[in-house]
């Protein structure tokens, strides 16, 4: 019996990382106050910097120490706290929502999607939304295909083992921690346009040499500048929409937002998966580096034109 594709088998494991990211999202917006989003953002941004820093670490030593199949129970036993502890909040927030009202699976199956279509009729009449949704889809496409194929890239374009694959996620973490500190300075003194812009041009670029230059020293240094650039822009940008959206659409515009995520991605990652073994790992990684210029120059015109509304708004 073959192995299968190293491309599919990331596929699989980036689709159920990928699934939580969203259903993230939405528990955030559920259960933490409008004012209070920008320092829920911050600190997620914080702490899951902070994981990939020390986590490839621990899974390292583990591995070294205590072999495969020490490294791989523990790593379970992780998520299964993590879906515990969740549990605990949906359970809670449920109970308080409902107040003790039974509602069916299908009833909630049907009020999942009647919000999510009515969140996309609303994106569709707002052109700052509809505008940053576009171009977070174009990003949510990079990132699905980066992460099904920067394992390969590594390892095979490389000549690196998983030990220097995890170094660089570490490295950007690091790179994360320090712009999510240099965000909350810049956003000060910068308006959100030029922050926006301005990072994910960087980051296409710095992306293209990564997946270019193969050279350990030099993608610990790409990456880390990539974890600088990637937290503005995303963090910024989804900023925007939060401060933009009226209370009363939050959780519809959020269902379509989280929703889209999911789906751009999923799509990004099959892409990666069926095409990499035919277009291969180096070129679809310069695609989706290209994907992240385009999202700039896509982005740039409409952004500047509905930010400039913005502000006449509020001079009116």
Do not use: C
């Not at 999942?112 to 939304?129: E, I, M, R, S």
């Not at 590594?154 to 994360?176: A, R």
């Not at 997946?211 to 995303?234: C, E, K, Q, R």
């Amino acid at each position: 019996m073959t192995d299968a594709s190293p491309h599919f088998k990331q596929t699989v494991r980036s689709l159920s990382g990928g699934l939580l990211t969203p259903a993230h999202r939405s528990l955030l917006v559920a259960t933490i106050s409008r004012e209070r989003l920008v320092e829920a953002n911050s600190i997620t941004v914080v702490s899951d910097n902070i994981i990939r820093i020390i986590g490839p670490s621990i899974g390292g030593a583990l591995l070294g120490i205590a072999g495969v199949e020490i490294a791989i129970a523990t790593d379970i036993f992780s998520y299964m706290i993590s879906s515990v502890l969740l549990s605990l909040v949906a359970v809670k927030s449920s109970q308080q929502k409902q107040k003790g009202a039974e509602i069916s699976l299908k009833q909630k199956w049907l009020e999942f999607w009647g919000n999510w279509w009515n969140g996309l009729k609303v994106v569709g009449t707002n052109h700052l939304y509809s505008t940053i949704f576009l171009m977070f889809s174009f990003t949510w496409l990079a990132q699905g295909m980066i992460n099904v194929l920067f394992v390969p890239y590594v390892i095979n374009e490389m000549g690196q083992t998983s030990v220097e694959f995890g170094w660089i996620e570490s490295v950007q973490g690091v790179g994360g921690l320090i712009g999510g500190y240099m965000l909350l300075k810049l956003n000060k003194k910068i308006g959100p346009f030029p922050l926006i812009i301005s990072s994910l041009l960087a980051s296409g670029g710095l992306a293209l040499l990564q997946f270019n230059i193969p050279i350990l020293f030099f993608v610990f240094i790409m990456n880390a500048f990539l974890g600088i650039t990637d937290v503005i822009y995303s963090v910024r940008l989804e900023t925007l929409l939060q401060e933009q959206v009226p209370e009363n659409y939050m959780g519809r515009i959020f269902g379509a937002y989280n929703t889209l995520m999911a789906l751009t991605m999923l799509i990004g990652m099959s892409i990666a998966s069926f095409l990499g073994e035919m277009m291969g790992t180096v070129m679809l990684l310069n695609i989706s580096a290209l994907l992240f210029f385009l999202t700039g120059i896509v982005g740039y015109r409409a952004l500047k034109q509905n930010m400039q509304v913005l502000r006449h708004g509020k001079n009116d």
